[in-house]
């Protein structure tokens, strides 16, 4: 595959005016630069995914198994058995176009299949041929259709367009969530074995040694035992976290991306500060050493089997209740599903901040809170000693990582914690915050690098709300609670608005938050010289 | 194609009606046994797609939150659109509705030079979206005096109030006009965008020219040609109380109007249409945003198999005792 070399302004040129074919008459065109790479065989084995082989998407036979149309027309019915969701979600859509210009997809590529409606079609044209009478008897009439080897190519194709991200379900009368429908069509390609391997790594990574990095448990303990060299240089103050301490009062879990590549590193750091500051009775754990659930990607199954390590490890070690680090889709699994999943969590108690004396009612049955959710409590208790000005040289926005903002309604815990710890925060144009947040382009597992184009087409919408808050106010800085979000707007930005930098919302507390005994600041939590401290430091 | 076909269906249907009443005095079939099939097919239909959906479970609680979930007390909690109770959930999906709260946030994308995007106030698929569904409500309210022998005071109310300008005899029901507007904007809509051209079906286009029928011809018989009335109240209070009376010369625009009804009600429960009944059953919407507080049970939960903490320590015990991190076995 050539390197994807295309410039912002030939991405630009976008055709919203569908072509004069019929969509179903449109076979799909499998396009360089916009889709994932096949997980390998190995990583399907791992963890017993069926058909595990090595394809290639570009190749013309996917080397599909044998009475494949029967796997997926049966794993149809079982679908549509167990969830209401898609039984209803096949029947009721009435095709009223508000969704279309909704997606971050659409947006960006013009092409009609990634209106959310049409790509539901994708799935509900088979469901009519298969499933319906009026399907059955009047086919095309009834919008129904075969399914063919080249139905299957355009579900894959388009599937692995969607972040999964819930905004054309805020606009949808009746709620029709593409999300759901695209968890239903990655069931079913997962049954031939249609994996993408940006999702399948992590998740064979994740389920063999606990997170999707595949870091071993020292990697653990050095990634974070680096980020305490770095912590005593900027403070002056050692911190020594604990590993899979057992009596610990609380077990943090995180992505595991923040431990390994910038900016996520900062907002590892960033926790590693505040609790060390607050004296949290805590432990990390290596084994559960992963927040996200790259599982959610692609079957049900597969997400419960790699959320059960978190319930496993806090009962092992005795914890009393779990705090949860910042990530847009591990918050969504951890708030709606993995209570059902692995549950209940008898074993915990409900969560209570030893600092503050809050009880978390709204997590009292699932004992897990979100890290700005605590934190909102501290500072609104006085419990933080508070340095703002150490963060004056930025402009800040917040973007609403979509599962936070569209699964959970955490919306203005974030904000208030950012509104504390920096004095110049603007938000973004009203139809691109909040529950109409918009996907960074690269969410549900397709944060590749060989799918570019697609990603930085997905991230239009968000970046151009970026650069609409960086030309009129100068925001230089876009905070988020979410570690891919930390990754893919980091890449979208130095695209489209390259000015703008990425945070997460614990760095910029770390960064303001005045430690007991710390030297004299003047580094930020990037190394980097704090303003009007330029030439101060100490050469060493 | 897909616009000729629907709309060539609903002129064979009324050509059917014509040929049947007129020419082949069909009127017990057209003006007794269609009817009862079609009301017979309509409950059915509908009870079998609600029973349908409902035998699937609702494994997990997806609501789509739309608002401020309920967090720490000082933090306000957007009730409506992120509900955590009963009461909420009610009013959210009261608000969707009987308002189209979802379809009231729509907006439009304007792609400019800059690239600028922008999206604009679009509130014309809501507001034709409401007014067409409230004037059919209203309407077939109306309706209901055809079935009582004396007029409910309710129906009195809201005929009254429907002709409130108190234009022309027999005075101009408002909704009859709005009804008709809306479902021609719903198909100028559809035709005209290019987008929603491109994904609309036959069965977009069917129900849209069916009820422009029954509404043009309702408002036909109401304002233009004549029908005997008498002999209409006749026939539906026959229908009703199960003693089934065909009186003589009605006039063919009462069958055709009765027919294209039938159609649609016995299509109903086979179509989108459908959605009337499905709204209520959506999980983005039904359900409260308490998953923390309320552990949610999926009634098909099965074991599954996890790598547990044992055999991942048997894979790195050695490399975690190097490091110092507790192992359960030395």
Known sequence: MAKFTAKPNDLLKINYNPPQTDWMD?????REHMYCHPSKKKDLDTVGFPNGRDWRVADEDWKLPANWEQTILEGMQALLKKYRSFSVFMDICVRCGACADKCHFFIGTGDPKNMPVLRAELLRSVYRGNFTLAGKILKKIAGARDLTVNVLKEWWYYFYQCTECRRCSVFCPYGIDQAEITMMGRELTNLLGLQIGWSGGPIAACYMKGNHLGL?????????????EDIETITGIKIEP??????????FVTPSGDLFANPGTYTAMGYLMLFHELGLDYTWSTYASEGGNFGFFSTNEMAKRLNAKIYAEAKRLGVKWILGGECGHMWRVLHQYMDTWNGPADFLQEPVSPITGTKFENAKSTKMVHISEFTADLIKNGKLKLDKSRNDHLKVTYHDSCNPARGMGMLEEPRYVIKNVCKNFYEMPENTIREKTFCCGSGSGINASENMELRMRGGLPRANAVKFVHDKYGVNMLACVCAIDRATLSAANEYWVPEVGVTGVTELVANALVMKGEKERTLDIRLEPLPGKEGSEEVS | MKTLFPLFAVITLI?????????ANMQFLFGVIIPYLAVATFVAGLIYRVMKWASSPVPFRIPTTCGQE???????????????GTLGVIGRMALEVLLFRSLFRNIKLDMR???RIAYGSDKWLWLSGLAFHWSFLIILIRHFRLFAIQLPYPIHVIESLDSFLQIGVPMLYITD??????????FIRRITNPLVRYISLPADYFP???????AGSGVLMRYFTKVDVVGVKQLTMGLISFRPVVPQGIGIIFYIHLFLISVLFAYFPFSKLVHMAGVFLSPTRNMANNNRMVRHVNPWDYPVHVHTYEEYENDFREKMKSVGIPVEKE
Do not use: M
Not at chain 2, 15 to 23: D, E, I, S, T
Not at chain 2, 72 to 79: A, E, F, M, V, Y
Not at chain 2, 177 to 186: C, F, G
């Open chain 2, 15 to 23: 050509v059917l009606v014509v040929a049947g009443v007129q020419y």
């Open chain 1, 26 to 30: 449109t076979p799909v065109e499998i």
């Open chain 2, 113 to 115: 030079e800059g690239p």
């Open chain 2, 208 to 214: 849209l020219f069916l009820i422009l029928a029954v």
């Open chain 2, 70 to 84: 309920l967090s720490l007390p000082w933090i306000k909690q957007d009730k409506l659109e992120s509900p955590s």
């Open chain 1, 216 to 228: 071993e448990p020292h990697t653990v303990k050095s990634c974070i035992d680096l980020f305490s």
């Open chain 1, 242 to 251: 604990s590993f899979n301490r057992k009596g610990a009062e609380i077990l």
């Open chain 2, 177 to 186: 006009v709005v009804i008709l507007a809306a479902v021609t904007y719903l």
